[in-house]
């Protein structure tokens, strides 16, 4: 390619967005794609380089600014790299802003990766102003956005008929980082797991989008939607390089849903993520016509491949036509700016 | 959905576009597809019932033609299933009478999966005339278009680095239809394979189009392709529903090419087709960040998954903008017009 490289914001440098703007700073000397400016409100982050918060050694030159729209108006970019929220009903005018600017996203925000069913009318106006604007905006990541979903449909593809599909994802979540740990609630106790489930705001978020964007995405008419959310309980202590898991301590959830058609289970999806998990993997189950057994052995790992997806989903925004857009609406997930043999 | 179905004709009657037409006529009643035609030159099967040649109790209503261009004129099909040639300076004008009536194309041609590289005048030819009649012409199947190339690309997609690529698919042939066991040489002799191969026709068709396929799709820059063509030897007899190879014969293929860029090897693909194989599989192994091994457990069916391919691309088109595409270009595959639970 000898195209101009893409020109990239990053929007929102929490963990995520930070390691995203690192891959794309480690990129930009394929000459495809181009960091032009970094977002965040955080007073801590705001005009400091974004070299010094990636801890490299020499400057940037893109100082962190709080003042999104001025940043887009200014520096022209084509995509956003959006990770400042899971929750659509908090952050969506972030997403009409960059609309506006005539600025695709590509967003980490779960509930993003099929907004029809929990925010429609959000759906409804962001497709709009996509459409008016003609840029693309879709949400992505490892998980919802490709190991639950995407992978699901894709391993369907060489049926002639599909039956029923089940999914299931073992992360050891002991390898990931502290948030994540955390987030999975690993070193509380089972009455504490009780006390944050009745919250509802626990477990992992996605899995209904991810469900929904299967069933979608194969034009299954889906009337029930059954969830659990149970505790995986440590039976030995696990140390992770972060905190101490004891035996009879959580170390994780398992995070179900099942889909009905015409009151039959039809697609199940299988989250465990917990500290010190046996047999880490992605699998796709398909009973049909040839029947699938898809696996991807060990799993895939999920800090990096969500950065992954955010950037590699860049150059497929481009190519689709304008739009609210879900991973079933965009060209098949492949590497963007690698450098064969390249370290 | 509440569309009307998407009329579609099948345009060449052998095993496979025989097997096409059955599935999607086993797919009607899901209202989302109707096969409104059928064309062969053949004179054994112009002027008969689809149903008799497809073993049905009942006649389809559908005669066998063997003028494409009236079927096409007067049956107005949205899109046309291709299964005439894996060659495509043979046959290419088909594809361009297709485009000429505003009929899309899927085509199971070999050739077609990636032909800029051997055919780029054809290629030219046949983006400008479908960019022209507003169509969509793509080629795919399982191999190409499925196994060895658009599941590799899929498999990086949750990768920030790619260094190689391994692509290996190893298909027991002794449980497949037999003119693909008598592709593959099961039965002949050692010397009977050495001369077949100096014909310049013998082995998979497509290797050479799925590497460069992949390699277009990560904007891999490649210098050198390097292809061998070997048998596999039976080392105990093998009997076969229509065959049976004796200890020391040929049992199939081990066909594989490697690309090289900057003289190094980026890119392997590996296939073995005989009879009598052990573990059959369809793998995919990535060197990069992270490191991914992706495998179909048995491998990928092929003779049903090629039907599957061609029939699920169906939809796939209708949302492309035109002109002549790769798999690639097009939205993830997934399973098209299935009925969970269905048997």
């Known amino acids: 390619m000898s195209t101009a490289p893409i020109r990239v914001v990053q929007y929102g440098l929490g963990p995520i967005g930070l390691e995203t703007a690192r891959a794309v700073l480690a990129k930009q000397d394929t000459g495809h794609i181009e960091l032009v400016g970094a977002i965040d409100i955080d007073p801590n982050k ?3 380089d974004l070299g010094e918060l990636l801890g490299l050694e020499a400057p940037t030159g893109i100082t962190v600014e709080a003042d999104a729209e001025c940043v887009l108006q200014e520096r022209k970019p084509a995509v956003a ?3 400042t929220s ?4 908090t952050m969506y005018e972030q997403l009409v802003l960059c609309a506006r600017q005539g600025v695709h996203v590509v967003s ?10 929990r925010h ?3 759906a409804r106006r962001l497709d709009e102003v996509a459409r008016e604007h003609g840029v693309v905006i879709v949400g992505t990541g490892v998980n919802p956005g490709y190991a639950m979903d995407t992978l699901a449909l894709m391993a369907t593809g060489v049926c002639t008929d599909v039956r029923t599909i089940r999914v299931e994802r073992v992360v050891d979540a002991g390898g990931r980082r502290l948030p994540l740990q955390q987030k999975v609630g690993a070193g509380i106790t089972a009455e504490a797991f009780a006390e944050r489930k009745q919250t509802g705001t626990f477990g992992h978020i996605g899995l209904r989008e991810s469900a929904l964007l299967i069933a979608d995405g194969l034009g299954w008419p889906i009337d029930d939607l059954q969830e659990t959310l149970e505790p995986m309980m440590a039976d030995e202590d696990v140390k ?3 905190l101490t898991v004891r035996a009879g301590q959580v170390a994780g959830i398992h995070h179900a849903i099942t889909a009905y058609a015409d009151g039959q289970a039809v697609l199940s999806l299988d989250l465990k993520m917990y500290v010190g998990a046996k047999d880490p993997k992605d ?3 398909v009973e049909g016509t040839p029947p699938i057994s898809l696996v991807v052995e060990g799993g895939i790992f999920g800090d990096t491949a969500t950065v992954a997806m955010l950037v590699n989903t860049v150059p497929r925004v481009l190519e689709a036509t304008p739009g609210l857009k879900t991973m079933k609406d965009l060209a098949v997930p492949r590497a963007f700016a690698t450098r064969p043999l390249a370290s």
Do not use: R
Request: charged share 15%.
């Open 86 to 89: 899971s929750f659509l009903s």
């Open 120 to 122: 429609p009318e959000i």
């Open 240 to 242: 992770t390089p972060f």
């Open 108 to 117: 980490s925000t779960e509930e993003l990766a099929y907004p029809y069913d």
């Open 81 to 83: 790299l959006h990770t």
């Open 283 to 285: 699998a796709v189950y």
């Open 46 to 48: 705001v005009g400091k």
